[in-house]
């Protein structure tokens, strides 16, 4: 009989934290500065310099804890991690080893509409390294530079379980994960420029066997696309593997985007290869009952207490609750239409369609977008009121959110105002009734295609803009009267 295998895996996330400057210095964290200019001798590493801890990182870490349901250590450490790359001028990295600040939280993802809790078994505080930036090629002479910005900016290494069965519900993670963070106002989680990173584990087992299987790590996936693309191409591969008698060796892998495949880069380090110990310039932190408190008590609102919000409060179904709540930008758009235009399912089968659309086609987010909340309920407005249909409601929304032109210029501009007259629609329909006289025959004879026809001839003439309802009502009208 064949064997049936399972999905497994755990996920490794690397949030950069929001501070203005780094986690052991007063340098500038700000991104897209000129190469090396936000550096001093403690971030570039140099030999007998002092590290000094920012409270705000352990601040965020500590809020990122609560936002995650997990346990704050009372007391936690630093340690150093030692390993040699260009990018790491000190030779280690000042990261958490065996006490890390927050153990054994979790959070919920909802897959096939059912609710899952993943297991988070820890988040510590870490620096990041500098950057490489590959310059030449094989054929020519190939060089990398060096740029120690990114140094010493504050990291999280968000752990979790190996909670996850596929690549829909590791995505499905890493969206709740970052709208968490989003809402806890920890991270700027810009997957695109790295302040948001994820390692993905993969293993696979036969269904019902307890262990786990041995497993790959797939380095730096940039997007949630590739996350999910990634893990079930790892999962694939190894059950192939698996099948063909081969064992799967525990290795460190690159996601190939463009050929959709993965790649081994090297075999995996253990954390003995690390020679963990603790950092001798850095005191043990301590961390009191009263300042958990008072972060506790400053805590935002949460896309689980936002989603059930909507559905409270607007009767918003709960996809589309949770849709809305993947962003506190898209919630801040969502809300701000609200109070002026009360009907939520409407504005939200705008969001989630048109809007999300375009933003997913010109691959921007939504407070970059030129629409603004006024302009989308303006066009809300004007379909209630008859001026334009929804059809060519979708045309006028798309011409805003490409030039953040108001609805009603559009209207104007293009003479997209819906015919709705009865009396220029009536002649209209008499013509194209006279006409078609055969096709009269056809709706009499009880053809449902026939009044379609005559809808469409309307439409046609009116290139779109006759108001559908009436168009209808008086055709109905026509055709019964003279039959
Ligand atoms: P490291 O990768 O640094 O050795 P860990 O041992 O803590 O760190 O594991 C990292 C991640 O791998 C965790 O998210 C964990 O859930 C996941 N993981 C561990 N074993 C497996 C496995 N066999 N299959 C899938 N994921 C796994
Ligand atoms: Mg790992
Ligand atoms: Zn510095």
């Keep these: 009989m064949d064997v049936q295998y399972e999905t497994v895996v755990g996920l490794e996330v690397h949030a950069e934290l929001k501070t203005a400057s780094k986690i052991f210095c007063g340098c500038s964290t700000a991104f897209g500065a000129e190469p090396n200019t936000q550096v001093c001798p403690v971030c570039?590493?140099?030999?007998?310099?002092?590290?000094?801890?920012?409270?705000?990182?352990?601040?965020?870490?500590i809020r990122t804890g609560l936002a995650l349901n997990a346990e704050i250590a009372e007391h936690c450490k630093f340690d150093r991690k030692?390993?040699?790359?260009?990018?790491?001028?000190?030779?280690?990295?000042?990261s958490q080893f065996d006490a890390p600040i927050c153990k054994k939280g979790y959070l919920d993802i909802e897959i096939d509409?059912?609710?899952?809790?993943?297991?988070?078994?820890?988040?510590?505080?870490?620096?990041?390294?500098?950057?490489?930036?590959?310059?030449?090629?094989?054929?020519?002479?190939?060089f990398s530079l060096v740029d120690l910005n990114r140094s010493g900016v504050p990291l999280l290494e968000i752990v979790s379980e190996p909670d996850m069965r596929s690549g829909a519900e590791a995505r499905a993670y890493m969206e709740k994960l970052r709208a968490i963070?989003?809402?806890?106002?920890?991270?700027?989680?810009?997957?695109?420029?790295?302040?948001?990173?994820?390692?993905?584990?993969?293993?696979?087992?036969?269904?019902g066997q307890k262990e786990l299987g041995v497993r790959t790590e797939i380095k730096n996936l940039n997007s949630f696309r590739a996350l999910e693309r990634a893990v079930d191409y790892e999962a694939k591969r190894q059950i192939e593997a698996l099948e063909?008698?081969?064992?799967?060796?525990?290795?460190?892998?690159?996601?190939?985007?463009?050929?959709?495949?993965?790649?081994?880069?090297?075999?995996?380090?253990?954390?003995?290869?690390?020679?963990?110990?603790?950092?001798?310039?850095?005191?043990?932190l301590f961390i009191s009952q009263e300042w958990i408190d008072r972060i506790r008590a400053s805590m935002p609102e949460l896309p689980?207490?936002?989603?059930?919000?909507?559905?409270?409060?607007?009767?918003?179904?709960?996809?589309?609750?949770?849709?809305?709540?993947?962003?506190?930008?898209?919630?801040?758009?969502?809300?701000?239409?609200?109070?002026?235009?009360?009907?939520?399912?409407?504005?939200?089968?705008?969001?989630?369609?048109?809007?999300?659309?375009?933003?997913?086609?010109n691959n921007i987010e939504i407070q970059e977008v030129r629409v603004r909340p006024e302009g989308l309920v303006s066009m809300l407005k004007m379909i209630d009121e008859g001026k334009i249909s929804g059809k060519i409601a979708k045309k006028v929304f798309e011409e805003m959110f490409m030039t953040g032109k108001d609805p009603e210029q559009i209207v104007e501009e293009k003479g997209l105002i819906q015919i709705s007259d009865p009396e220029v629609l009536q002649a209209m329909i008499a013509e194209i009734i006279a006409s078609n006289p055969k096709v009269v025959d056809d709706y009499r004879s009880g053809k449902d295609k026939a009044f379609g026809f005559f809808v469409g001839q309307v439409m046609k003439k009116t290139r779109g803009k006759a108001n559908p309802a009436i168009v209808n009502q008086l055709l109905k009208e026509h055709l019964d009267r003279e039959g």
């Design 44 to 61: 570039a590493g140099f030999p007998g310099m002092l590290p000094v801890l920012n409270e705000k990182v352990v601040e965020l870490a």
């Design 82 to 94: 030692n390993y040699f790359y260009p990018d790491l001028p000190k030779a280690y990295q000042i």
């Design 113 to 142: 509409g059912e609710k899952k809790r993943i297991g988070i078994t820890r988040a510590h505080m870490e620096e990041d390294a500098g950057k490489l930036i590959h310059q030449g090629d094989i054929t020519t002479t190939p």
């Design 181 to 207: 963070l989003l809402f806890a106002g920890v991270s700027d989680c810009k997957m695109q420029e790295g302040s948001l990173r994820c390692d993905a584990n993969v293993s696979v087992r036969p269904i």
């Design 244 to 284: 063909d008698g081969e064992e799967i060796i525990q290795e460190t892998m690159t996601w190939d985007e463009e050929s959709g495949v993965t790649r081994s880069m090297r075999s995996k380090e253990e954390a003995d290869d690390y020679r963990y110990f603790p950092d001798p310039d850095l005191p043990p």
């Design 304 to 361: 689980d207490q936002a989603q059930q919000r909507l559905m409270d409060e607007y009767g918003l179904p709960e996809y589309d609750a949770s849709i809305i709540t993947l962003s506190p930008d898209t919630l801040a758009f969502f809300d701000e239409c609200l109070q002026v235009y009360p009907d939520a399912k409407t504005l939200s089968n705008w969001m989630m369609g048109e809007m999300a659309r375009l933003l997913n086609q």
